[in-house]
Structures are given as structure tokens and as C-alpha cells.
């Protein structure tokens, strides 16, 4: 006779051991949290160069996708390039051309920025330092002739502004100075130390490279890494679970790469609007300028505004009368970019309020830093679009609408799912108590009798 388990006894036994398993894991956290912290950072630096290659990869994707339909797929169409190899060779030419092609795009993209545009930006920032004292003193004199009607305001700017240079050079002479010259003759501890920062960044460009070349097997065979995570998902859960976290994983893919892609453009577009415009206004440091509101632009938000800041502060300390006229320009063009550029490039909106903005970008800043700032709208516009589907299938589990319209002023709501609207009822007035009347009364008979004495002794 063969015994049967009982299958209640299977799950007491299976919630028991994972029950300890959790314990265990709570207990290696909290005490443990150092040793788990490194083994995390070694592993980090084991798989850098995958993870470099797979954001990579993510990264060209829509380049691959618009290069591939838009101009590889076309051109071998017309000029019937591969007609002797099969369908699925052709594609496989098609792709390795398309993944060339979009390399060409991005080394070239990086060639022109370092050698066209990083020497202008290196060359505006040398000259910004070695005339500073210039710019500050051409800024106290136009101050002083702005408020001639206003002395005092004159003279506590600029006396605000000559103890900002005067602190800046001495702290320049007193401690930047004598630290270099300190550092000189410990050549030993330099040369370890010039030595280590070399390591590190040959160590990050070895990364980077090999990185690289994983981004191009990624992309090349992207379909099948789809394919074969998909094959996995149905095989290990159920089909209705599977069907979910799919459109999940698809949901976020379009968020995160629609909204960065589309975010990257419109900074893109804003840098060249600014330098066009900039340099029509005849404002000092266009490349600079233009450079500091394009890149902040990718941050949303307060992107413009962190880069209006230190480029206003630029134009004021060299040509003061434009300061007001480019902040002006600020103003419009992100009123423009807001409500033309942005909306027409991107490809839809988060649904976030501009509360959840602001908060996502704050909390994911104060995590991840500029990174987080960046990535912290697409993730908090996934999170909340994941508890609204959520939210949407339990209120249709129980029959009830999913419009946020219906739950305005709601009362109760019964079991059958009818809605009844709060209605104020104001309280039913106490009726004082007798001790509180009683109190009343005594201090009005006391009120009383004061006044009638303070009159008597006026009248005698």
C-alpha cells in the first residue's frame, strides 16, 4: 500500500522552510550588510563590461531601428542587393550593414564633439578664468552707473562683489597655491597616485571597449534574445501571467526608450536653437552657452533652469546690459519647448502631475544623482501606470467603474456597487451645562456689581 503525502503538511512544510530562508536573509542584511555590499561591488566590477554593452546596446537601438527601415531595407530593395542568398541571409546583411552604418553615426557624432566643440569649450573656460578679475571690475562699474540715483544699493553690491574677487584670490594665493607647491615635492606619492587615477581610467575604457563589442553581438541578434526570453516566460509561468509581465516589460521598453530618445532630440534641437539665436543677439560665449542649455535640457523639469543659472551668471559677468535680455530668451524658448517642441517630439506624455515630477526627480536625484534625475520620470510614470492597472483590474473584479470621475465626493459605496455622494450634515448644537450657565452667571453678577460700585463712588 502505497502512503500518499498529505498535501496540507507539503505546504506548512514549504511555508516553514521559506519562512527560514527569509530569516536567514534578513539576519545576512542587517548584519552582514559590509560583506554583501562587497561582494556586490566585486560582482559589479566582474560584469561592468556586459552591463556597458547592454546599455549600449539599448542606447543605438532606435538609431539601428531608424538607419535599418529608413535607409538600409530601402536601398537593397531597390538596387536588389543579395538576391542570391535566402531571405533570412539577407536580413542577417542587412542588419550587419545597418549596425556598421549606425557606428559610422555615432563615431562621427564623437569625433566632430571633441574635436570641434570641446577645445571651443576649453578655450571659453580658459579665458573666462584668466580675464575674472576683468569681468568683475567691468560688473562694479556698469552696477555703479546703473544706481547713481541709488548710492547706498551701488555701494553695497559692489562692495559685495569686491569681497567675493577678494576671497576668490585669496583663496587662490593662500591655499590653492601653497597645497600645489606642497604636492611637488612628494613626487613619490604623486606619481602613485597619477599612476592609480591612470589605471582606473584604462581599467573604465578597456570596459567600455569590450562593451562595445558586446553591444554589436546584442544588436545583431536582438530578435533572438527577444525570442528566447519570451520562450523562457511561458514556459516557467502561467499563460495568463506571462501575457502580463510581457506587456509589462513591452510598456516600460516604450516608455523609457520613447521618452529618452525623444528627450535627447529636443535638447539636441534646443542647443541649436540657442546657438543660433544667441549668437544673432550677439551674446558673449555662444558655443558655452549653448552647450550648458542643451545638455541641462535633458533633465526635465528643472533642467532649464540649472542651466539658465551659471549661463546668466556667464553673460552678466562680461556683458551685463544682455544678462536681462537673455534671460528673456530663456523665458520664451522654454515656453516654446514646453509647449511645441517637446510635446511634437515626444512621443506621448508620462500622466505625471507636475507634484510626481517634481518628487520623482528629487527622490531619484538624491539616489542615483544627475543619472536618477534623468531616468526618475519614465521609472515613476511605469511605477504609477503599473498600481493604475492594478487598481483598474480589482475595481472591474467588482464591477465598479474605473473613471476617476466617479469617486468625487463618494459617501459610501454599497456592496452591489452603488455610489451614494457625501452630503455635510452639520453637528447638532450642545446645549451648554448647568455648571458652564451657572459659571455665566456668576461672572456677569460680578461684572455687575463692580460696575454699580465704580459708578457710586463716581457720583459721591
Given amino acids: ?18 519562512t527560514a530562508i527569509a530569516i536567514m536573509l534578513v539576519f545576512f542584511f542587517v548584519y552582514r550588510h559590509a560583506s554583501i555590499r562587497a561582494g556586490i561591488d566585486t560582482m559589479n566590477k566582474i560584469l561592468a563590461p556586459i552591463i556597458y554593452g547592454f546599455i549600449l546596446a539599448y542606447i543605438m537601438t532606435p ?7 529608413n535607409a538600409v531595407f530601402p536601398l537593397y530593395k531597390k538596387f536588389k542587393f543579395f538576391n542570391n542568398y535566402s531571405e533570412k541571409k539577407q536580413k542577417k546583411k542587412a542588419r550587419s550593414l545597418s549596425i556598421i552604418a549606425t557606428l559610422i553615426v555615432v563615431f562621427a557624432f564623437l569625433y566632430f564633439f571633441f574635436v570641434n566643440v570641446i577645445p571651443e569649450i576649453y578655450k571659453s573656460l580658459q579665458n573666462i ?12 562699474r556698469w552696477l555703479n552707473k546703473l544706481m547713481d540715483d541709488n548710492p547706498d544699493i551701488a555701494k553695497l553690491f559692489s562692495q559685495m562683489i569686491i569681497n567675493y574677487s577678494s576671497e576668490t584670490d585669496n583663496w587662490l594665493n593662500d591655499f590653492l597655491l601653497p597645497t600645489v607647491s606642497k604636492l611637488f615635492p612628494n613626487i613619490t606619492d604623486i606619481f602613485l597616485e597619477f599612476s592609480e587615477s591612470l589605471l582606473r581610467f584604462g581599467k573604465f575604457l578597456w570596459n567600455v571597449v569590450i562593451g562595445l563589442i558586446i553591444s554589436i553581438y546584442v544588436l545583431s541578434s536582438k530578435e533572438k534574445f527577444s525570442r528566447s526570453c519570451t520562450k523562457l516566460l511561458y514556459a516557467f509561468f502561467e499563460n495568463k501571467t506571462a501575457n502580463k509581465i510581457l506587456e509589462a516589460v513591452r510598456f516600460t521598453h516604450h516608455k523609457f526608450i520613447g521618452f529618452l530618445s525623444g528627450k535627447v532630440v529636443d535638447s539636441l534641437i534646443v542647443g541649436m536653437i540657442s546657438f543660433i539665436a544667441l549668437t544673432i543677439l550677439g551674446m558673449p560665449y555662444v558655443l558655452l552657452v549653448s552647450m550648458i542649455i542643451g545638455v ?8 532649464p533652469w540649472f542651466g539658465a543659472v551659471p549661463s546668466a551668471i556667464i553673460i552678466l559677468m562680461v556683458a551685463p546690459k544682455k544678462a536681462l535680455i537673455f534671460i528673456i530668451y530663456i523665458v520664451i524658448l522654454q515656453q516654446i519647448d514646453g509647449n511645441v517642441i517637446g510635446p511634437k517630439i515626444l512621443s506621448e506624455s508620462t500622466g505625471l502631475s507636475s507634484f510626481w515630477i517634481i518628487c520623482s526627480i528629487t527622490i531619484f536625484g538624491g539616489l542615483f544623482g544627475v543619472p536618477g534625475m534623468i531616468i526618475g520620470v519614465p521609472v515613476t510614470a511605469v511605477i504609477f501606470a503599473g498600481i493604475n492597472s492594478i487598481t483598474n483590474s480589482k475595481l472591474e473584479k467588482k464591477n465598479m467603474p474605473v473613471e476617476e470621475e466617479n469617486y468625487f465626493e463618494v459617501g459610501q459605496v454599497s456592496n452591489e456597487g452603488e455610489f451614494t455622494p457625501y452630503v455635510y450634515v452639520e453637528p447638532p448644537k450642545q446645549k451648554p451645562s448647568k455648571a458652564f450657565i451657572k459659571m455665566i452667571n456668576f461672572v456677569k453678577k460680578i461684572t455687575i456689581n463692580t460696575k454699580e460700585k465704580i459708578t457710586k463712588k463716581k457720583e459721591n
Fill in 63 to 69: 538609431l539601428l531601428n531608424f538607419i535599418e527601415k
Fill in 129 to 140: 578664468i584668466s580675464h575674472y578679475s576683468i569681468y568683475t571690475n567691468n560688473l562694479v
Fill in 296 to 303: 541641462t535640457n535633458i533633465i526635465p523639469f528643472f533642467g
Fill in 1 to 18: 500500500m502505497k502512503l500518499k503525502p498529505d498535501k496540507k503538511y507539503i505546504h506548512m512544510g514549504l511555508t516553514l522552510f521559506f
